[in-house]
T-cell receptor, first 114, second 114 residues
Framework: DVKVTQSSRYLVKRTGEKVFLECVQDMDHENMFWYRQDPGLGLRLIYFSYDVKMKEKGDIPEGYSVSREKKERFSLILESASTNQTSMYLC?????????????FGDGTRLSIL | GNSVTQMEGPVTLSEEAFLTINCTYTATGYPSLFWYVQYPGEGLQLLLKATKADDKGSNKGFEATYRKETTSFHLEKGSVQVSDSAVYFCALGPSGGGADGLTFGKGTHLIIQP
């Protein structure tokens, strides 16, 4: 089974801090994704990556950046955390190969910015 | 752009009732369609998928058929159990066949009462 591991289940940070969320997958997937999940809004794509050192903006990239230095690891960075970034963050990965490849999700990181 | 519309709920049913969760979509091309399930405190798990028109995806007693003519992918189960209580997400794969993220509906919260 594919395993996507997010480094923290719960995280509390302060406004203005630089925050790192880490994600590791163990199935040699080419594609990796970061979403945020908010009540009433569903999941929204922040960034994705289809290869090492490659990144593409999703629907809501403002205030975030990403890093993919190794194939198995995809990091989400909040450059200067703000209270409106309090949310559940979900990482996912998938094989390359088009629309019919399902994405496999981690358990999520619930981030609170105080 | 692509979009997914699903009933948000909560949907409350008694055990052994018949379940339908409606999902309709707008898309360019013919993307794959997915249903994901999220149990409390967990990430999303793939429930089933369909990759082309008239395909039926099925898993754990759940079924959904890719209807191109009505742009729908409704989720059904003949007899629900308390353990089916969760949030269900309908999702659309990228139309271009590339590595882009999924487009999700806002999720339907399902509550099954004994």
């Amino acid at each position: 089974d594919v395993k996507v591991t997010q480094s923290s289940r719960y995280l509390v940070k302060r406004t203005g801090e630089k925050v790192f969320l880490e994600c590791v997958q163990d199935m040699d997937h080419e594609n990796m994704f970061w979403y945020r999940q908010d009540p009433g809004l569903g999941l929204r794509l922040i960034y994705f990556s289809y290869d090492v050192k490659m990144k593409e903006k999703g629907d809501i990239p403002e205030g975030y950046s990403v890093s993919r230095e190794k194939k198995e690891r995809f990091s989400l960075i909040l450059e200067s955390a703000s209270t409106n970034q309090t949310s559940m963050y979900l990482c996912a990965s998938s094989l390359i190969g088009g629309s019919n490849q399902p994405q496999h999700f981690g358990d999520g990181t619930r981030l609170s910015i105080l | 752009g692509n979009s997914v519309t699903q009933m948000e709920g909560p949907v409350t049913l008694s055990e052994e009732a018949f379940l339908t969760i409606n999902c309709t979509y707008t898309a360019t091309g013919y993307p794959s369609l997915f249903w994901y399930v999220q149990y409390p405190g967990e990430g999303l798990q793939l429930l089933l998928k369909a990759t082309k028109a008239d395909d039926k995806g099925s898993n754990k007693g759940f079924e959904a058929t890719y209807r191109k003519e009505t742009t729908s992918f409704h989720l059904e189960k003949g007899s629900v159990q308390v353990s089916d209580s969760a949030v269900y997400f309908c999702a659309l794969g990228p139309s271009g066949g590339g590595a882009d993220g999924l487009t999700f509906g806002k999720g339907t919260h399902l509550i099954i009462q004994p």
